[in-house]
């Protein structure tokens, strides 16, 4: 799985929602996108992703996101595969305000580990070796330096996606099973030893956009009931585990 259809800046709903509810939005939202070219292959529809959290000694991302700042970032190393062929993706979550702007970079496996430590990358380090990919790249490795960032939780679920392109990009995330478990070192392996589920049995539904709320996004908001919340799978699991097991790097 290595084509790049992240959305760059976009807007983003989340809702918690039960299984009945996202049944039924799956068959809402089918009318309108399409499911993901691989989650379509996928049982359930669904694909599994893996996320390595990193943040500071003192967990500074982390309590930016508690305090509600309103310009903030995460840094997160994502996998999809355990394969040593397959890459690993390099991401930049910042949000601005209500805006979400993301700069993701596709890095070959093998080099990664030097990478997430905070070396300076040479283009073989890219899957695509672009001015663009690079300079994303280069801003990743500098905010690991900058923050002292280290491993800190490793976040797994099962997603189903329903995407549209077009002028107003549009994509729908169904999020099931969202485990987590502390991880202060570098390992791109899919196995979890002993995860908690942050959410219990709840789904976390994502309205995303990159222009106008679509119309038929308020029919579905309006007709199953939906109330916007907060569902952050990284800060929300750290808070459940308790943040001092990460400020002293428990594992």
């Known amino acids: 799985m290595s084509i790049d259809t992240i959305q760059r800046q976009r807007f983003e709903h989340k809702y918690v929602i039960n299984e ?92 990664a580990h030097d990478l997430v430590r905070g070396f300076i990358p040479g283009h073989a380090s890219l899957v695509d070796p672009s001015a663009e990919q690079m300079d994303a790249l280069l801003d990743f490795t500098r905010l690991v330096n900058h923050l002292q960032a280290e491993p800190k939780v490793h976040v797994a679920y099962l997603r189903e996606a329903w995407v549209a392109d077009g002028e107003n990009k549009i994509r729908v995330t169904i999020d099931r099973n969202i485990r987590s478990e502390p991880q202060n070192f570098v390992s791109f392996s899919p ?53 001092y097991h990460f400020l002293r790097s428990y594992i």
């Not at 996108?33 to 694909?47: C, E, K, R």
């Not at 996101?65 to 999809?80: A, M, P, Q, S």
């Not at 539904?205 to 579905?220: G, I």
């Not at 916007?228 to 943040?243: L, S």
């Open 20 to 111: 009945k509810v996202a049944h039924g939005i799956r068959d809402f939202v089918s009318s309108y996108l399409d499911i993901d070219a691989y989650g379509a292959t996928q049982p359930n529809l669904s694909y599994p992703v893996h996320s390595l959290y990193l943040d500071s000694p003192g967990m500074r991302t982390y309590q930016e996101t508690i305090n509600g700042d309103r310009n903030r970032y995460k840094l997160r190393v994502r996998f999809y595969e355990q394969s040593d062929e397959s890459p690993v993706y390099f991401e930049i979550k910042r949000r601005y305000d209500n805006v979400i702007a993301k700069k993701r970079v596709i890095v070959h496996r093998h080099v």
């Open 191 to 243: 196995g979890m030893r002993n995860p908690q589920l942050v959410f219990g049995n709840s789904v976390i539904l994502e309205l995303k956009f990159t222009n106008r709320f679509p119309n038929w996004f308020k029919e579905l908001v309006q007709v199953f009931g939906l109330r916007q919340g907060g569902a952050a799978k990284y800060v929300d699991g750290v808070t459940n585990m308790g943040e």
